[in-house]
Each structure stands twice: as C-alpha cells, then as structure tokens.
C-alpha cells in the first residue's frame, strides 16, 4: 500500500517563507511524477507545482511561479515544495500526489493516482 506523509505546514505572516515536504513510502521502487496541490476553504483544489520522476521537468501554477520552488528531496520519492513571499491568498490544505506515470509534470489533477492528507498552510499577521 502506498502512502504520501506531509509535513512542515503551519502559521506564517505575510511575506514570510514555509516548506513543506512530502514521503512516499510502501512502493517505494517506481519512478513517481510527484506534485502539490492545494484546497482553500469553499473552492476546488487546484494545482501549484510538480515535477517529473527525475525532477528535470517542473511546472508551476501561474500564481505561484516566482514564489514557489518544487524539488527533489533526499530521498527518491520525496518532494519538497519551498515557499517564499507568501500571501493571504496561499492559505490553504496543501495536498502532495503522486502519480504512476513519471515521465512528465503533470498539471492535471487526474494524473495521480496517491495522495497524501494534507497539511495546512496558513498566511495570516
């Protein structure tokens, strides 16, 4: 069984830096295409950033490029998501995905195929 274990969420001002980092364990001997999306109360979850098995190809939602950096942690299948300058309107659950299909980043939702339970992530003074 696989499982995606977030971490590193919590209160921030605004402007001020977060990271977050997410571990797949369990089927841990295939190449995910690994992402982080996020659920603001009262919308729909929608992508921020992933990348691909090998980390090469990264892509990052309009909203957050220039502010977000996606990355390979130490590990094979860990991801972190550094976070700089955040605002107001990054809080939010933020959820790790993994997909099966490592090739590229992908930005569709339906590319993943694991997910993690969520850490919240909240900008506030």
């Known amino acids: 069984q696989v499982q995606l274990v977030e971490s590193g969420g919590g209160l921030v001002q605004p402007g001020g830096s977060l990271r977050l980092s997410c571990a797949v364990s369990?089927?841990?001997?295939?190449?995910?295409?690994m992402a982080w999306v996020r659920q603001a109360p009262g919308k729909f979850r929608e992508f921020v950033a992933a990348?691909?098995?090998?980390?090469?190809?990264?892509y990052y939602a309009d909203a957050v490029r220039g502010r977000f950096s996606i990355s390979r942690g130490n590990g094979e299948n860990t991801v972190q998501l550094q976070m700089n300058s955040l605002k107001p309107e990054d809080t939010a659950v933020y959820y790790c995905?993994?997909?099966?299909?490592?090739?590229?980043?992908?930005?569709?939702?339906?590319?993943?195929?694991?997910w993690g339970q969520g850490t919240q992530v909240t900008v506030s003074s």
């Open positions: 995905a993994a997909s099966l299909s490592g090739s590229y980043a992908y930005t569709s939702l339906y590319a993943y195929h694991y």
């Open positions: 369990g089927r841990t001997n295939s190449a995910y295409a």
């Open positions: 990348l691909n098995w090998s980390g090469r190809n990264k």
